[in-house]
């Protein structure tokens, strides 16, 4: 999406790291020391506004916790976010609430993310109350978030509470509220994982209008690059906290450049019954983000790994529109 | 000809809920042929998972056989004593449920729990149950010094394979796996999959696999059924059924499924959702949604008709597949009932 503004960076995140101490107090009375883990671990990443990224990896990666960190859900261990300019670390006040209302998330299970005891109104109505808007303002508000999402004839779903919606209905409702505001930046966490095939077209066909239409910048965090694909024209993909490859989506798949990246492709499912059944090109076993390899965190799953990888960890390489970190390429 | 392990006949289940019966699983027929991974493809709702617990007649307290067979080499598992129905269970017939956690108990080691079954139901020695555990643990592809770990100490990926393991202790022909990779990444999904493939091609099983991902057919299944709203809609062999649907239903998933191959296009919902079972509607409960729907769809429930083969499809319209398939792929056609179905 090229946005009047395109080219022009929405967010920089620099080096930005998350490390979470893990250990029960119990463990700790009988010597046991806390864990650290690297959910994120020195990534660096820039948003040019209008664009739609997708954050990839499998759980554990660190994409969610990045998604939060770029929301200042949380905050950072090590490095910096900023946002329109802005380091939203050190927002408080006033200019905290006007970055909340342009920073949205939109959750991944709409079956939790709306409270049962409220109607879909008084859920629209509570993000407008907090961030101050004029009670005037509400109701226009609420039917432009609703026909944006496609939710036609708000009347019919304003009374209702979410069991007396289906499961798509309640995640266009979770987007709408995400809308309510005129966000810039909208962070999808797996949005469509709870839904079934039938309607979760039904929701990405919305998430990518919806992006074109407002000129949203975006991130669409998921393990799976058939969605991602769908509507990001850029991809991440992250690794045990880390970046592994960035660049234009399709380019990824027609040509995956990082090994872990090939795997990821190699493994998207696809309703074709003569689909390959050859052994993907990794090594088995779950990443373990307290106890990371030294130097490149994929290579103890890696068919190509070599010594270097080891001992170093890979730089960033440019080829062509991507960044790709391995020493294969570097 | 190939021999039917399974056999299920108008098989109805119903569950007794506060505002009255729902039929869950409404007349459904499936026969499953012996060595083979059979797909039970529907979404949330349809049936299919109330569908797969019957067969091992584990069923919650509210729900009651509501008619049909399901004949089991010839005896019907609806209506066979309790003493007999679990002689069969875990030898004959074995469960992987969705999640591994539900089958294992959290505060016994694996091995512990694995020994448990192959002494307790399998009246196996101690020193033949450890023997077995290990050579199990072996053919998922688990480290056999793991059969001391927790369940907890096991990723997902790994329990799903210690609750394989677990389902194929006692050496069951037929093996019910009720949706065995939905939680796991994709990596670890087709992991899952292929170890899943290997064994049952070994072992000569029969698999009868629950699932909402028709990839998930496509790349393990020898056949197919296709569920919607408690019956069995479209049945056949794979690659049939999912490269020339004849029911607009099955055409609907596979173009509402995203791809990687092929243009990047808008991918077309079928619109509206399944119909309340309370009071499902009257003729083809798929009619509502559906934008080929005549009069009478609406009038009169078809009936499961043969195309060729193996290959059977309840719509009226039978006749005209091969032209629905061809306005099924374009978006308008869908599109178009966006505003009927609201």
């Known amino acids: ?330 | 000809m190939t021999e039917t392990i399974l056999d299920i006949r108008d098989l109805a289940i119903a569950y007794r809920v506060a505002q009255g019966e729902m039929r869950a699983v409404d007349g459904a027929s499936l026969a499953v042929p012996a060595g083979t991974i059979t797909g039970l493809v529907g979404e949330s709702g349809c049936g299919k998972t109330t569908l797969a617990r019957a067969l091992t007649r584990v069923m919650p307290g509210n729900a009651r056989l509501a008619g049909g067979q399901a004949l089991f080499a010839g005896r019907d598992l609806m209506t066979l004593p309790e003493a007999e129905m679990n002689r069969l269970r875990w030898r004959e017939i074995a469960f992987v449920p969705q999640s591994a956690m539900n089958s294992l108990d959290p505060v016994y080691r694996v091995g512990t729990q694995l020994r448990e079954v192959l002494v307790g139901r399998g009246g196996m020695d101690r020193r033949r149950a450890r023997a077995r555990a290990e050579e199990l643990f072996g053919m998922v592809g688990i480290e056999p010094r793991r059969l001391g770990d927790y369940p907890h100490q096991f990723s997902g990926g790994m329990r799903q394979r210690v609750a394989i393991a677990l389902a194929l202790a006692l050496g069951p022909r037929l093996v019910i796996a009720d949706e065995p990779v939905t939680a796991l990444d994709v990596i670890v999904q087709r992991q899952i999959l292929d170890q899943l493939l290997e064994l049952q091609k070994g072992l000569g099983l029969s698999v009868i696999l629950v699932t909402h991902d028709i990839s998930v057919v496509a790349y393990v299944c020898d056949r197919v059924a296709v569920m919607y709203a408690g019956q069995v809609v479209e049945a056949g062999d794979v690659r049939t059924v999912l490269t020339r649907p004849a029911h607009p239903y099955t055409m609907g998933l596979c173009n509402a499924f995203p791809h990687l191959d092929g243009a990047r296009g808008v991918l077309t919902p079928i619109e509206g959702a399944p119909p309340d079972l309370l009071a499902p509607p009257p003729g083809c409960r798929f009619a509502p949604r559906c934008p080929f729907a005549v009069d009478a769809c609406r009038r009169q429930a078809p009936p499961v008709q043969a195309i060729g083969g193996t290959h059977l499809a309840a719509c009226h319209r039978i006749a005209e597949a091969e032209a629905l398939r061809a306005r099924a792929a374009r978006v308008e056609t869908w599109a178009a009932m966006a505003e009927t179905v609201a």
Request: proline residues 8%.
């Open chain 1, 1 to 330: 999406m090229s946005g009047p503004r395109a080219g022009v960076p929405l967010i920089e995140a620099e080096d930005v790291a998350m490390h979470f101490r893990v250990g029960s107090a119990l463990s700790a009375l009988v010597g046991g020391r806390p864990a650290l883990v690297r959910a994120v671990d020195g990534v660096s990443l820039t948003l040019m506004r209008g664009e739609s990224v997708g954050l990839l990896g499998e759980s554990g990666c660190g994409k969610t916790t990045m998604g939060r960190l770029l929301l200042r859900l949380l905050r950072p261990s090590a490095g910096r976010i900023r946002f329109d300019g802005e380091d939203i670390a050190a927002l408080s006040g006033a200019g905290l609430r006007r970055f909340r209302a342009r920073a949205q998330m939109i959750f991944q299970n709409p079956f939790e993310a709306l409270n049962p005891r409220f109607t879909i109104a008084a859920a629209l109505a509570e993000p407008l109350e907090n961030a101050g808007i004029p009670r005037a303002e509400w109701a226009g508000r609420i039917e432009r978030a609703m026909e944006l999402v496609r939710l036609p004839d708000p009347g019919q779903f304003l009374a209702r509470r979410p069991h007396q919606l289906s499961g798509g209905q309640l995640q266009r409702v979770v987007m709408a509220r995400a809308l309510l505001l005129d966000p810039d930046f909208v962070v999808a966490d797996e949005p469509v994982s709870m839904l079934d095939v039938s309607v979760r077209a039904g929701v990405l066909n919305v998430f990518r209008e919806v992006r074109a239409r407002l000129g949203l910048t975006a991130i669409y965090i998921s393990h799976d690059l058939a969605l991602v694909r769908y509507v990001c024209e850029r991809t991440v993909v992250m690794y045990l906290g880390r970046v592994v490859e960035d660049g234009p989506t399709e380019a990824m798949i027609e040509d995956p450049l990082h090994p872990y990246t090939r795997a990821l492709v190699a493994a998207v499912p696809t309703p074709d019954p003569d689909q390959s059944h050859a052994p993907l090109p990794i090594g088995r076993g779950a990443p373990d983000a307290r106890n990371p390899p030294s130097g490149c965190r994929f290579r103890d799953r890696c068919p190509l790994a070599h010594d270097r990888c080891a001992a170093e960890a890979p730089r960033p390489t440019r080829i062509g529109a991507r960044t790709v970190y391995c020493h294969l390429h570097g």
